[in-house]
C-alpha cells in the first residue's frame, strides 16, 4: 500500500509528506497566490482567476488552498462538470501535499463523487474536501448540508467557470450562501468573457463573481516568456456534417458554454471516416517525424481512447 490509505476508490486520506514541495511554481501562479491571499484578508469573497489553458490554474488553486484552507482546518468543495477534472483536482491535492505549506496537519481526507466515482451518499462529515460533478450534487444537497453542518466558512472552486452561468449551477451557489455565512468562492477559467451576454453573468448586470478578477495573465505574456508554446495552426476541412438536427437552444449552448450535446459529441467521437482522417492527416507525408513529440485534444475521453486506438493500429501498420 502507497502513502495514501484508501477509504474507497475515490475516498482517500492523504499523507502530507515532510519536506518542500519539489514542484517549483511559475512567477504567474505564485503572483495569482499573491493575489488570493490579499483577498482571502476578507470574510467572504466571489473572485476569478484567469489563466490560459496550460498554465496551471488547478495547481494553483491547490498549492493556495492547502496552506490556506485545509492547513487551518477549513473545507473545500471543489465542482466540475467533467470526470477528469474532477480527478485532476483529487490529484493536484494529494501530490503537493508537503510539510512546507501544509504545517499543522499530518493528514486530511479528500473524496470525489460523481456518477463515475464515488456516491454522494458515502460523504461523511469529517471529508475536508470535496470534488463533486454539479450534476451529482444538485440532486443531493441535503448530503452537502450534512457535510456543511457546524461551519461558518467554506472554500468554494468552481472549475471551468464560464459554466457557472447555467442555472443549475446558480441553483448550487444560492443553496450554498443560503447556509453558510462566509463563503469565499473562486473561479477558474481561461475564457471568462464568451459573448456580451456571458460577461453579464460573470462580471456585469446581476454578476456571480462580484469582487471582479482577482489575477489575470494572457496567453502572449505566458508565450513570451517561454511558459507556454508558440501555436502553429494549420486547419482540415473533413467534410463531415454533424447536428443538422439541433435546435436554437443546443446551438446556443455549444455557442456561449462549449457544451456539445452528449449524442452528438458521442457520434463525433465514433465517426470513423473523422478519425481515420485525423490520425492519416498526421502521418502523411512524415508530418508525425515534422511534429515529433504531440499532445492531443480530443472532444472527450471516448475520443481520447478511440483516437489512441487508432494511432496505435496505424503505428503497428507501419513498422
Known amino acids: 500500500m502507497d502513502e495514501n490509505t484508501v477509504l474507497s476508490k475515490n475516498a482517500k486520506t492523504v499523507k502530507v509528506k515532510q519536506g518542500k514541495n519539489p514542484r517549483p511554481l511559475y512567477p504567474h501562479q505564485v503572483a495569482a497566490i499573491a493575489e488570493l491571499n490579499t483577498i482571502n484578508k476578507q470574510d467572504l469573497f466571489n473572485t476569478l482567476v484567469v489563466l490560459p489553458t496550460g498554465a496551471g490554474k488547478t495547481m494553483t488553486a491547490t498549492r493556495w488552498l492547502l496552506p490556506t484552507a485545509i492547513d487551518n482546518k477549513k473545507k473545500v468543495l471543489w465542482v466540475a462538470h467533467r470526470h477528469l477534472l474532477l480527478e485532476q483536482a483529487a490529484d493536484s491535492f494529494a501530490v503537493n501535499a508537503f510539510s512546507d505549506i501544509v504545517l499543522n496537519r499530518a493528514s486530511f481526507k479528500y473524496r470525489i463523487v460523481s456518477g463515475q466515482h464515488d456516491r454522494p451518499i458515502h460523504i461523511k462529515h469529517d471529508d475536508d474536501i470535496l470534488v463533486v460533478s454539479k450534476d451529482s450534487i444538485i440532486r443531493n444537497m441535503d448530503r452537502l448540508d450534512e457535510w456543511l ?71 502572449d505574456t505566458l508565450i ?39 449524442d452528438i459529441a458521442e457520434h463525433i467521437a465514433k465517426n470513423k471516416t473523422r478519425n481515420s482522417f485525423i490520425v492519416k492527416t498526421y502521418f502523411e507525408n512524415d508530418n508525425h517525424k515534422k511534429y515529433g513529440q504531440t499532445l492531443v485534444f480530443a472532444l472527450s475521453r471516448l475520443h481520447a481512447i478511440t483516437l489512441k486506438n487508432y494511432l496505435r493500429i496505424t503505428v503497428k501498420s507501419t513498422v
Do not use: C, W
Open 149 to 219: 453542518t457546524g461551519e461558518n466558512e467554506l472554500y468554494f472552486v468552481i472549475d471551468e467557470a464560464h459554466h457557472a452561468t447555467a442555472r443549475s449551477y446558480r441553483r448550487i451557489i444560492e443553496h450554498i450562501k443560503s447556509k453558510i455565512p462566509n463563503v469565499k468562492m473562486l473561479g477558474l477559467t481561461a475564457t471568462p468573457f464568451r459573448t456580451s451576454e456571458q460577461e453579464q453573468g460573470l462580471l456585469g448586470k446581476e454578476p456571480l463573481f462580484t469582487d471582479d478578477i482577482v489575477y489575470k495573465v494572457d496567453l
Open 224 to 262: 513570451k516568456r517561454g511558459i507556454l508554446s508558440t501555436p502553429d495552426f494549420e486547419s482540415y476541412d473533413t467534410d463531415i456534417l454533424l447536428g443538422d438536427e439541433l435546435g436554437l437552444s443546443a446551438i446556443k449552448n455549444i455557442e456561449r458554454l462549449d457544451l456539445i450535446p452528449e
